[in-house]
């Protein structure tokens, strides 16, 4: 377990989809705006974890074919959402409700997971380094991937810790107007990186 979590460290950490949209959240409405993302995060991998017990995610990466569609695909998603985000950036905002908010974060931090092939590459690359052939594979995958989401939970809230609610503060109202711009370019740049890089 040790030497997977050193191993995935570096993925773990570095900027993607889902802390572009923890950011763009908290900075918006709150640290709490922070669990959705967090979850739909979760639940994003541990479905590349099932996929990958279920053998679908190696049919996926084997073909090029299926391969360049999840790739377009999720690139084309996080570009709309880049595109939606810059553009919801700049209207005024009205208090939103619990439900409406995890209505929101939820589903944009899953579908970026789901939709994302180097997140499924993961179970199919470097979880197989770590996994014993004693032992049944699908608690082994299970187990390795809780150990990504306990890391990536854990990174996700200590920059929802550091990140100020800027709506609240004077002047804040500009200033989540910046991030949530700055938020999409960023989302428009991942999708877009996404598209040439295949």
Not at 55 to 80: D, K, P, W
Not at 97 to 122: D, E, H, I, T
């Given at each position: 377990?040790?030497?997977?979590?050193?191993?995935?460290?570096?993925?773990?950490?570095?900027?993607?989809?889902?802390?572009?949209?923890?950011?763009?959240?908290?900075?918006?409405?709150?640290?709490?705006?922070?669990?959705?993302?967090?979850?739909?995060?979760?639940?994003?991998?541990?479905?590349?974890?099932?996929?990958?017990?279920?053998?679908?995610?190696?049919?996926?990466?084997?073909?090029?074919?299926?391969?360049?569609?999840?790739?377009?695909?999720?690139?084309?998603?996080?570009?709309?959402?880049?595109?939606?985000?810059?553009?919801?950036?700049?209207?005024?905002?009205?208090?939103?409700?619990?439900?409406?908010?995890?209505?929101?974060?939820?589903?944009?931090?899953?579908?970026?997971?789901?939709?994302?092939?180097?997140?499924?590459?993961?179970?199919?690359?470097?979880?197989?380094?770590?996994?014993?052939?004693?032992?049944?594979?699908?608690?082994?995958?299970?187990?390795?991937?809780?150990?990504?989401?306990?890391?990536?939970?854990?990174?996700?809230?200590?920059?929802?810790?550091?990140?100020?609610?800027?709506?609240?503060?004077p002047g804040g109202e500009r200033l989540?107007?910046?991030?949530?711009?700055?938020?999409?370019?960023?989302?428009?740049?991942?999708?877009g990186w996404g598209l040439i890089s295949?």
């Amino acid at each position: 377990m040790t030497g997977f979590a050193l191993a995935i460290l570096p993925l773990v950490i570095t900027p993607g989809a889902s802390l572009t949209l923890l950011i763009r959240h908290v900075t918006e409405g709150g640290r709490r705006r922070a669990v959705p993302v967090v979850l739909g995060t979760a639940t994003g991998l541990y479905t590349h974890a099932a996929l990958a017990v279920a053998g679908l995610s190696a049919l996926v990466m084997g073909s090029e074919t299926a391969f360049t569609v999840v790739r377009v695909a999720g690139a084309c998603y996080l570009i709309g959402l880049g595109a939606w985000t810059w553009w919801s950036a700049g209207r005024s905002r009205r208090p939103a409700g619990r439900g409406q908010r995890w209505r929101s974060a939820y589903p944009q931090a899953l579908f970026a997971n789901l939709l994302n092939p180097k997140a499924a590459s993961v179970f199919l690359t470097l979880i197989p380094q770590f996994l014993s052939p004693e032992r049944p594979l699908a608690g082994q995958i299970l187990a390795l991937a809780t150990v990504q989401i306990v890391m990536v939970s854990l990174w996700l809230t200590a920059w929802a810790l550091l990140l100020p609610r800027t709506a609240a503060r004077p002047g804040g109202e500009r200033l989540r107007r910046t991030v949530g711009r700055i938020a999409g370019a960023m989302l428009i740049g991942l999708g877009g990186w996404g598209l040439i890089s295949g």
